[in-house]
């Protein structure tokens, strides 16, 4: 008995044990166990065959697809480089889901790391000048392209073949490198050589065998690795998981780089004061990002796709002027108890900064020139002191919602409603009364539900009767009364906030909790609505075309009037000259004969005289000919082909926006850590 026990447990050892060999096998090697540390840029897709096929499937990927992009570029509607980076997306989108050697070589798990430049920009610029054939190669050192493959895999014979294809002589070779075999791939003639390795289930490309080398070296030792980074820790903890795009970008480091080859082009390309005011100009560019570190991103493709970004900063490094607007704490959003349940889009956000933007606007008229005075004069002008009455009257708090687009009256109508949070209610009051001094139309009160609201009487009906109220904290501004009224009893309960809203619902992952800024739109109904916007113009565009057509063809008929006039004229002119001729033949006979020419000379000087102002006619008709001319080039011009705006439209418009009905809603929040801005996109897919 005791040895049955004995082998049972030995023998359920043993399967645990392959099972987690089997498992730790089947999830391979990570791909930051083969990178460097300190990465410059770092991109990795999970699942790439899966989701290229999702993506492809899509109405909108179809529509991105199946649009004749070569009838675009032939009609001039797309430029031609624009029409072949979008067929090779396609044909690169195709290729991953069909090619099956592409399936296998980057089907799975696909990374791209760059790394800065070993070589001074400075010492590159001087080989770019003496045209040094290693410049790629060292431009391109820093890349590592990583991706999971299947052990069958033999891309020196798939890349080898594929050059070959391509005309070129292609050579390989191989050396031993702490026991790895470094392949290398090279045309005859370019100094660039394409090196690669095997480590575990994991294919390492490079442009050079340093590269490769580095990447081994990572793989053996293993302390050394991205995955053993303790800032990498830190950034991995803010994607999503699971993830199937994850990236982030070294800021700190990029913008270092970036910002030193700035200021030498602005050095080398400035003098004396205008080199002063340049760098004025750059230094206060660069405080908007001191004390940024890290931008990362992270997505997940389900039937609600999540984008997360997280910008890291240090709080104690960001400037002064600047630092309201990264580290101002999310608050609870109160607006979103009097925006109505139906609504297209929404938008709120807490982190407004009058001064910072009045500061900004006054810095901005005085460097175009603007005298300091112009200031003064305009306030004295509207009767209001900016610092003093308007800047004090509102909060932090500023959005707006859109319920519809109507479309079927004389133009299409936005119904819009903004909000405000107000700090002074009659300073507010008295900015109002100030711009009511001199109405464009009859301003009209209501009372409803105890809120007092005012209103402009325009002869377009409700659908546009601007007005505003006070609700609580905040002033209401809308396009038409209706809506303040919709927002009042919303905020009385009398009917559903957008809380209730089912789309909403769908993608309220924290955005009614608290937050800097939040938005939402029904997507697929504003594409429908900006469809309808468009189908609109269109026949408006298509009657003003008509009219021009009308009028080409009431000058054409005039120009070609004086194109026959013109030709009479000058077979007139014509004959008077001959005229002229016969008369001076018969003055040459009479003289030689010895008798009167008298009437002769008398009828060849009123000749002319007719030839003079013949003459003046068809110059007025050259005129008038270039003057029609001139309106029919113009309106050949100003009218564009309607088959060519009817192919862009039925082509790749409303395929797009079709393709765009398929994404139900769309929200995003915008919220902060201590040391973090942190924005969390959520896009529902229809079922």
Request: aromatic fraction near 8%; glycine fraction near 6%; proline fraction near 4%.
């Amino acid at each position: 008995m005791k040895k049955i026990i004995v082998i049972a447990l030995c023998v359920a050892i043993g399967i645990v044990a392959v099972g987690i060999l089997l498992k730790t096998r089947t999830k391979g090697l990570a791909i930051e166990s083969v990178l460097p540390q300190k990465p410059l840029v770092y991109v990795k897709l999970n699942d790439v065959e899966k989701n290229m096929k999702e993506i492809s499937a899509l109405p909108l990927g179809q529509a991105l697809i199946n649009a004749d992009y070569d009838l675009l570029t032939r009609q001039n509607i797309i430029t031609p480089q624009q029409g072949a980076f979008l067929q090779l997306i396609r044909t690169k989108m195709s290729e991953i889901s069909t090619n099956p050697v592409m399936k296998q070589l980057f089907g799975r798990e696909v990374a791209v790391a760059i790394y800065p430049l070993k070589q001074d920009m400075g010492e590159l610029v001087q080989e770019m000048k003496i045209l040094n054939p290693q410049l790629v190669s060292e431009l391109l050192s820093g890349v590592f392209l990583v991706t999971r493959v299947d052990p069958n895999v033999q891309f020196a014979e798939f890349f080898t073949r594929y050059l070959t294809q391509l005309g070129a002589k292609v050579s390989q070779g191989q050396v031993e490198y702490k026991e790895e075999t470094l392949r290398t791939i090279f045309i005859s003639g370019d100094p660039m050589r394409l090196a690669f390795v095997r480590l575990d289930d994991l294919l390492v490309i490079g442009i050079s065998e340093a590269t490769i080398r580095e990447s081994i070296d990572v793989y053996k030792q293993g302390s050394h690795s991205l995955a053993k980074d303790p800032q990498f820790a830190k950034i991995r903890s803010s994607f999503l998981d699971p993830s199937s795009t994850v990236g982030f970008l070294d800021f700190e480091t990029f913008w270092t780089l970036l910002k030193k080859q700035i200021q030498n082009i602005a050095g080398l390309s400035a003098q004396g004061p205008e080199k002063d005011v340049i760098q004025k100009d750059l230094d206060d560019a660069f405080k908007r990002v001191d004390g940024f570190k890290t931008i990362t991103m992270s997505s997940q493709l389900a039937q609600v796709i999540k984008v997360s970004s997280h910008v890291f900063f240090d709080p104690d490094e960001l400037d002064a002027k600047y630092e309201n607007f990264y580290t101002c704490p999310a608050k609870v959003n109160e607006t979103i108890n009097f925006v109505p349940q139906d609504v297209l889009g929404y938008q709120w956000s807490n982190c407004l900064d009058l001064s910072y933007y009045w500061e900004e606007s006054k810095r901005e008229m005085l460097q175009k020139g603007a005298p300091e005075s112009a200031l003064g004069e305009f306030e004295a002008k509207i009767g209001l002191s900016i610092e003093q009455d308007v800047l004090p009257a509102f909060g932090d708090e500023l959005g707006g919602y859109i319920s519809d687009i109507q479309t079927g009256g004389l133009f299409p109508i936005p119904k819009v409603l903004l909000f405000a949070r107000v700090r002074d209610k009659s300073k507010a009051q008295q900015l109002l009364a100030k711009l009511q001094e001199q109405p464009i139309a009859i301003i009209q009160e209501e009372t409803y539900k105890g809120i007092a609201l005012k209103y402009l009487a325009l002869p377009l009906g409700e659908a546009l009767q601007p007005g505003y109220c006070f609700l609580g904290d905040y002033l209401l501004v809308a396009t038409s009364r209706q809506l303040i009224k919709n927002s009042i009893d919303v905020s009385m309960g009398a009917s559903s906030s957008l809380k209730a809203d089912p789309g909403f619902n769908e993608v309220n992952f924290g955005l009614t909790d608290k937050n800097k800024s939040v938005q939402f739109v029904k997507i697929g109904q504003i594409a429908d609505k900006i469809k309808g916007v468009i189908q609109w113009s269109s026949q408006w565009v298509a009657g003003r075309d008509q009219k021009a057509q009308a009028f080409e063809s009431g000058v054409q008929k005039p120009l070609e009037e004086v194109e026959a006039s013109i030709a009479v004229k000058i077979g007139e002119l014509e004959q008077m000259r001959g005229q002229i001729v016969q008369r001076e033949d018969e003055i040459w006979d009479l003289d030689v004969k010895g008798e009167d020419v008298s009437a002769q000379k008398a009828e060849i000087n009123e000749l002319k005289v007719q030839i003079e102002a013949k003459e003046k006619e068809i110059a007025g008709e050259y005129e008038r000919k270039e003057e029609l001319e001139n309106i029919v080039a113009q309106t050949e011009e100003n009218v564009p082909d309607p088959a060519l705006r009817e192919s862009f439209l039925n082509e790749l418009v409303y395929p797009v926006l079709d393709g765009l009905k398929s994404f139900e809603s769309y929200g995003l929040r915008l919220t902060s850590d201590k040391d973090a801005l942190i924005s969390s996109l959520f896009l529902k897919i229809s079922d």
